[in-house]
């Protein structure tokens, strides 16, 4: 019995590794292929492992914009939820820290694209909003494969705007442009990337990142109107310090001073050691004439950083403005020390030589060198301009007239070469032109002081009383306690036949005047005296108040020469060339004084 049963155990083992055998042999040792092997005598090709998605994929509610073939995956990023992406393409501080909140996971668990997506927000916020970073903590994922929005992103890194994106969806079109967050010279770019980020703007209106990008592509091309539209609409959904700071700066460079300084007075509060704010704090200060207010910001800009030579110069140019010379001198000779050939300091360096130092040669000097490095620098040709047409002499081969000319030939409205070539007309006399030239200066918005005297003073020489008296007076009216305005409106009052008027004036105020306002009472006085000894009395006055005063000496050398005292006049009239040492007309004068006094 026993071996009956031992006999039918091994003929059924015998059976079933047969079976076993064969199913092996057909389809391969995986369970996948022993049931394909028991369902069909033909073996199964393999499934792939994945299937390629449709040119465009919906996953639920999203619609993942593809991008061309070959040029990165159809649809990288559809399965990402659609709200997210959108943050994403708003791209400000804010919504890219909401985007990462609602894409973060374990680093394991994320998605090829969504680790992209992540490496894009980090990127952004790094790059794009530096003030934000530290105050937004993104545990970057690692990123290992290379596409085109993270090839867009390292070229832009690089300094160069890559092309490689095709253009296709939001990102694709805006990445590339994240190389005008960086400092290059290179500009060839300009118009494609100005096209694609219209092109985006067009998709989303309202992202921050897509504006800011175009404002500063605006900036830099010198279309800052433009700029601040765009800034403006970026501003409202987002105040980070970035878009703040370039609104400030584009309001400066349109001259909306007042309009920079109220947003650059509200982000100091909360960045106060920003270098860059401190900066343009002090242009802006500086250029609504707060001369105390951008000394002290350039001050401390040069605490943080005591080599910064940029704030050197500008401190040096607060104290000539200011005319505290000596001051100025010193900070000009601590630059020198390592650039004695830039612009603003051979400008600088010859203001004082011609303010200060009174060597209005050796300011020319200065002024030709400065030519001669920067020849076609609109802001040299003017520095020249002025004092070529102060002085009476040539810079560079050119007279005043000729150097204005040269800017107004492709800027008919600079009020600055204007104003420059009217001191070269009137120093030659020709007062027909620069009445004319002044005219155009007064039609202007808001013409300077020195320009409306300038044009009072002009109509004096050509007997327009009326229009004179009727500009210096409404200039005395708005500005009262203005130096120049008042010496303009005793001047008028003088030549058109209000002596009395101005009498009472001069008498009322000359007192508690300055030793320069003093000066200039008694000489406007000396045109009103009865007599010559009173004439001379009043301009030995004016002379002692200011041993400068140029037209005080000059008229007491033509009483003297009047009265044929040759000696007297030469002694008076030296003393007007001395101080004005390049002025052709006074020289000729006094080379006739020569001949008669042999």
């Given at each position: 019995?026993?071996?009956?049963?031992?006999?039918?155990?091994?003929?059924?083992?015998?059976?079933?590794?047969?079976?076993?055998?064969?199913?092996?042999?057909?389809?391969?040792?995986?369970?996948?292929?022993?049931?394909?092997?028991?369902?069909?005598?033909?073996?199964?090709?393999?499934?792939?492992?994945?299937?390629?998605?449709?040119?465009?994929?919906?996953?639920?509610?999203?619609?993942?914009?593809?991008?061309?073939?070959?040029?990165?995956?159809?649809?990288?990023?559809?399965?990402?939820?659609?709200?997210?992406?959108?943050?994403?393409?708003?791209?400000?501080?804010?919504?890219?820290?909401?985007?990462?909140?609602?894409?973060?996971?374990?680093?394991?668990?994320?998605?090829?694209?969504?680790?992209?997506?992540?490496?894009?927000?980090?990127?952004?916020?790094?790059?794009?909003w530096?003030?934000?970073?530290?105050?937004?903590?993104?545990?970057?994922?690692?990123?290992?494969?290379?596409?085109?929005?993270?090839?867009?992103?390292?070229?832009?890194?690089?300094?160069?705007?890559?092309?490689?994106?095709g253009?296709?969806?939001?990102?694709?079109?805006?990445?590339?442009?994240?190389?005008?967050?960086?400092?290059?010279?290179?500009?060839?770019?300009?118009?494609?990337?100005?096209?694609?980020?219209?092109?985006?703007?067009?998709?989303r209106?309202?992202?921050?990142?897509?504006?800011?990008?175009?404002?500063?592509?605006?900036?830099?091309?010198?279309?800052?109107?433009?700029?601040?539209?765009?800034?403006?609409l970026?501003?409202?959904?987002?105040?980070?310090?970035?878009?703040?700071?370039?609104?400030?700066?584009?309001?400066?460079?349109?001259?909306?001073?007042?309009?920079s300084?109220?947003?650059?007075?509200?982000?100091?509060?909360?960045?106060?050691?920003?270098?860059?704010?401190?900066?343009?704090?002090?242009?802006?200060?500086?250029?609504?004439?707060?001369?105390?207010?951008?000394?002290?910001?350039?001050?401390?800009?040069?605490?943080?950083?005591?080599?910064d030579?940029?704030?050197?110069?500008?401190?040096?140019?607060?104290?000539?403005?200011?005319?505290?010379?000596?001051k100025?001198?010193?900070?000009?000779?601590?630059?020198?020390?390592?650039?004695?050939?830039?612009?603003?300091?051979?400008?600088?360096?010859?203001?004082?030589?011609?303010?200060?130092?009174?060597?209005?040669?050796?300011?020319?000097?200065?002024?030709?060198?400065?030519?001669?490095?920067?020849?076609?620098?609109?802001?040299?040709?003017?520095?020249?301009?002025?004092?070529?047409?102060?002085?009476?002499?040539?810079?560079?081969?050119?007279?005043?007239?000729?150097?204005?000319?040269?800017?107004?030939?492709?800027?008919?409205?600079?009020?600055?070469?204007?104003?420059?070539?009217?001191?070269?007309?009137?120093?030659?006399?020709?007062?027909?032109?620069?009445?004319?030239?002044?005219?155009?200066?007064?039609?202007?918005?808001?013409?300077?002081?020195?320009?409306?005297?300038?044009?009072?003073?002009?109509?004096?020489?050509?007997?327009?009383?009326?229009?004179?008296?009727?500009?210096?007076?409404?200039?005395?009216?708005?500005?009262?306690?203005?130096?120049?305005?008042?010496?303009?409106?005793?001047?008028?009052?003088?030549?058109?036949?209000?002596?009395?008027?101005?009498?009472?004036?001069?008498?009322t105020?000359?007192?508690?005047?300055?030793?320069?306002?003093?000066?200039?009472?008694?000489?406007?006085?000396?045109?009103?005296?009865g007599?010559?000894?009173?004439?001379?009395?009043?301009?030995r006055?004016?002379?002692i108040?200011?041993?400068?005063?140029?037209?005080?000496?000059?008229?007491?050398?033509?009483?003297?020469?009047?009265?044929?005292?040759?000696?007297?006049?030469?002694?008076y009239?030296?003393?007007?060339?001395?101080?004005?040492?390049?002025?052709?007309?006074?020289?000729?004068?006094?080379?006739?004084?020569?001949?008669?006094?042999?």
């Amino acid at each position: 019995m026993l071996k009956k049963v031992l006999c039918l155990l091994l003929i059924f083992l015998f059976f079933a590794a047969a079976l076993f055998s064969a199913d092996y042999y057909v389809g391969g040792s995986s369970a996948e292929s022993l049931l394909v092997a028991k369902s069909s005598k033909k073996p199964s090709k393999k499934k792939s492992k994945k299937e390629e998605p449709p040119e465009e994929e919906i996953v639920g509610e999203v619609t993942a914009i593809s991008v061309e073939k070959g040029r990165g995956d159809s649809g990288y990023f559809a399965g990402i939820n659609k709200g997210l992406l959108e943050l994403v393409e708003n791209g400000s501080a804010e919504s890219l820290a909401q985007a990462y909140n609602g894409l973060k996971k374990a680093n394991v668990d994320y998605l090829d694209n969504e680790r992209v997506l992540v490496f894009i927000i980090s990127q952004i916020l790094k790059i794009v909003w530096p003030s934000q970073v530290q105050s937004i903590s993104i545990d970057e994922p690692e990123v290992t494969m290379k596409n085109v929005y993270t090839g867009a992103i390292e070229s832009a890194k690089n300094g160069i705007y890559d092309t490689s994106t095709g253009n296709k969806d939001f990102l694709g079109m805006v990445l590339p442009s994240l190389v005008l967050c960086g400092v290059i010279s290179n500009s060839d770019y300009y118009a494609e990337a100005e096209s694609c980020l219209n092109q985006a703007l067009a998709l989303r209106p309202k992202s921050v990142l897509a504006n800011y990008l175009l404002a500063l592509l605006y900036s830099k091309t010198s279309r800052d109107s433009e700029a601040v539209e765009k800034l403006r609409l970026a501003a409202q959904e987002s105040k980070a310090f970035e878009i703040m700071f370039a609104l400030a700066r584009s309001l400066n460079v349109l001259g909306r001073y007042e309009e920079s300084k109220s947003v650059t007075d509200s982000l100091v509060v909360l960045y106060p050691s920003s270098i860059e704010l401190l900066k343009l704090l002090a242009r802006n200060s500086y250029d609504i004439a707060d001369y105390s207010s951008a000394e002290r910001y350039a001050v401390l800009v040069l605490q943080q950083n005591p080599s910064d030579l940029e704030m050197v110069l500008f401190r040096a140019k607060i104290f000539v403005t200011t005319g505290e010379y000596l001051k100025a001198t010193s900070l000009l000779d601590v630059y020198s020390k390592t650039n004695s050939t830039a612009k603003d300091y051979l400008l600088l360096r010859a203001r004082v030589q011609k303010e200060w130092n009174k060597n209005s040669p050796l300011a020319i000097s200065t002024v030709e060198k400065a030519l001669s490095l920067y020849p076609d620098d609109k802001s040299v040709i003017l520095a020249a301009a002025e004092l070529a047409g102060e002085s009476g002499s040539a810079i560079g081969g050119k007279n005043g007239a000729q150097l204005a000319n040269q800017v107004l030939a492709s800027d008919p409205n600079n009020l600055q070469a204007l104003s420059f070539l009217i001191k070269t007309l009137v120093f030659e006399g020709k007062w027909a032109e620069a009445y004319t030239a002044s005219k155009k200066v007064m039609a202007a918005q808001n013409p300077g002081v020195e320009a409306i005297a300038t044009h009072a003073r002009v109509c004096l020489s050509l007997g327009y009383n009326s229009e004179a008296w009727d500009t210096a007076s409404a200039l005395y009216a708005r500005l009262p306690n203005d130096e120049k305005a008042i010496q303009v409106y005793v001047e008028c009052m003088v030549r058109t036949g209000r002596g009395a008027q101005a009498s009472r004036f001069i008498n009322t105020s000359i007192n508690s005047a300055s030793s320069s306002m003093k000066s200039f009472y008694y000489y406007q006085r000396s045109f009103l005296a009865g007599g010559e000894a009173a004439q001379l009395s009043d301009l030995r006055s004016a002379v002692i108040a200011n041993p400068r005063n140029s037209d005080a000496l000059f008229r007491m050398y033509g009483i003297y020469f009047a009265k044929q005292d040759w000696r007297k006049a030469q002694y008076y009239l030296r003393q007007v060339i001395a101080l004005n040492p390049n002025n052709q007309n006074y020289l000729k004068l006094n080379s006739d004084l020569d001949k008669l006094l042999r």
